[in-house]
């Protein structure tokens, strides 16, 4: 690994670490370029796609649900100027998600996210998050299973 993947990647680790799961949305502002483009899948909830905005949204609507929310880098791949991150999200939806009432059950997904960098900054984002699993497990959708399907 070159030093600006070692570099890149630190950056990336350090952002989960300081917004995600530490809350502190001022470190946005070191990482994340002004022009920052974000490419989700489809979302439940409204962010803007563009602009740091998008990440001071999602990291406040997320805590703001799961006051104990964390990330946990399971995988970094670096190559280049592009970050892949495998991590799992957990938490306990204590407070209200994105207009949803506070359940109070747990919930652990998988979410994979690769970030493309420049000059030190997070320039976009491409991601996918096991939105399902965890509307499940926190009882917004019911859950598969039960009776006997043969």
Sequence with gaps: M???????????????DETWNRGNLAFIDDVIAD?????PP???FTTP?????????AVRGFRE?????????????????HVTYLGRATGTHDGTFFGVPPSGKPFSVLGINEFH????????????????????????IPAPGGGDHG
Excluded: C, P
Excluded at 2 to 11: G, L, M
Excluded at 49 to 57: F, T
């Design 49 to 57: 796609l563009q602009g740091k905005q998008s990440l001071y949204d």
């Design 42 to 44: 489809k979302r439940f």
């Design 2 to 16: 070159t030093t600006e993947q070692e570099r890149n990647t630190a950056i990336v680790l350090r952002m989960f």
């Design 35 to 39: 022009d920052f483009r974000d490419y």
């Design 117 to 140: 960098l420049q000059e030190g900054k997070i320039t976009e984002r491409w991601g996918v998050f096991d939105v399902m699993g965890m509307m499940m497990q926190i009882g917004l």
């Design 65 to 81: 649900g799961a006051s104990d929310f964390h990330f946990e880098a399971l995988r970094t791949v670096a190559e280049g100027d």
